[in-house]
Nanobody
Framework: QVQLVESGGGLVQPGGSLRLSCAASESIFSTYTMRWYRQTPGKPRELVAFITSGAITHYADSGKGRFTISRDNAGNTVYLQMNSLKPEDTAVYYC???????????WGQGTQVTVSS
């Protein structure tokens, strides 16, 4: 069972940048699609971006041009670089690993991102 640990969240001013990291407990190289989601109170969790094992990426409209997802397969780590942050990006960000063999999802505990002056 994959365990995921997010880090890199915090408080940043509008226009600033953060890089979130998600460390996996085992190899995510060949069969996992890795995703970042975010959630604010009272709202459903929403997809921010994903990257497949073949490095195909997809971004929600909210992050296009500002966010970049990448993966380090050797280090079992996925990153979300967030630039030009806006107050509406404030949320808890969750890392998700989707096993394409078993169709199981694994979640991290989340990391808080707050964009405020």
């Amino acid at each position: 069972q994959v365990q995921l640990v997010e880090s890199g969240g915090g408080l940043v001013q509008p226009g600033g940048s953060l890089r979130l990291s998600c460390a996996a407990s085992e190899s995510i190289f060949s069969t996992y699609t890795m995703r970042w989601y975010r959630q604010t109170p009272g709202k459903p969790r929403e997809l921010v971006a994903f990257i497949t094992s073949g490095a195909i990426t997809h971004y929600a409209d909210s992050g296009k041009g500002r966010f970049t997802i990448s993966r380090d397969n050797a280090g079992n780590t996925v990153y979300l670089q967030m630039n030009s942050l806006k107050p509406e990006d404030t949320a808890v960000y969750y890392c998700n690993a989707y096993d394409t063999r078993t169709m199981r999802n694994y979640w991290g505990q989340g990391t808080q991102v707050t964009v405020s002056s």
